[in-house]
């Protein structure tokens, strides 16, 4: 028997894979998620599918934005999913394929489909089927910002409707057989952080912007004491020479 790996190991393969430090405002997103991502991957009931993709692949992506230095993304996101034992390319690929479906399908193609009505079919359809396989699928709140996403898609300023929003949760909930309380307080709680972590990172960029002001200043005061203190020794020698200088016979 296999055994079940830690949380220990699965943040060791992570940050072997990823060596360089990580922003302290984000370094807390990435072991959460990496967390979550590890528990899921060793639960029984657990089933890998493209709606939870998706919701791992936006989490991090609106979670991660604005961070510098950028080249950095790609390799924390390689890490992250290599930790679990996934590969990037496969969960952008799925996350992908899953969204475009669903854009092109609309709500009421996305709902027929994960409602596995007859004549649906495609990335929406298979989601459902792998959902439906047991009957103990394992829901997660990356699951939720998964579908939340979806909605996101199909429904027109879903975000800015809190009755569309409520509905369309509903909706989709009795569709999948979710709990529907924890999938309306996870995604309040998702949509609460998003903007917790957008007013952090916006205190954090001012306050690298005023420390840069400060160094400016700092190298400018350094400049010009500099220059007064070299216009102060030019002074110094002109008089020196002139005093030196003999005078004219009279």
Do not use: W
């Amino acid at each position: 028997m296999n055994e079940i790996r830690t949380v220990s190991e699965t943040k060791r393969t992570f940050y072997s894979l990823h060596q360089r430090p990580i922003n302290a405002i984000y370094r807390r997103v990435v072991e959460e998620l990496m967390v979550e991502m590890h528990l899921l991957s060793v639960s029984a009931d657990f089933r890998f599918e493209p709606i939870y993709v998706l919701g791992v692949v936006t989490a991090f992506d609106r979670f991660m934005t604005g961070y510098q230095p950028e080249r950095d993304l790609g390799s924390i996101f390689h890490a992250l999913c290599q930790s679990v034992g996934g590969n990037v390319d496969d969960y952008r690929y799925r996350a992908s394929n899953l969204l475009d479906a669903a854009k092109a399908t609309g709500f009421e193609g996305m709902k027929a489909a994960l409602n596995r009505e007859d004549g649906s079919g495609g990335p929406l359809r298979e989601a459902a089927d792998v959902i439906f396989a047991e009957s103990s699928f394992k829901y997660s709140r990356l699951f939720g910002i998964g579908l939340y996403t979806l909605l996101e898609a199909t429904v027109l300023d879903l975000a800015e409707n809190a009755d569309r929003l409520k509905e369309a949760i509903e909706s989709f909930a009795a569709t999948l057989n979710l709990p529907i309380d924890k999938l309306q307080k996870d995604l309040e709680l998702y949509r609460g952080n998003l903007e917790k972590i957008a007013q952090a990172r916006i205190t954090y960029e001012d306050m690298l912007e005023a420390e840069r002001r400060k160094r400016e200043q700092r190298a400018a005061e350094k400049s010009a004491a500099a220059e007064a203190k070299a216009a102060a020794e030019a002074g110094a020698a002109t008089e020196a020479e002139v005093n030196a200088a003999p005078s004219d016979p009279a």
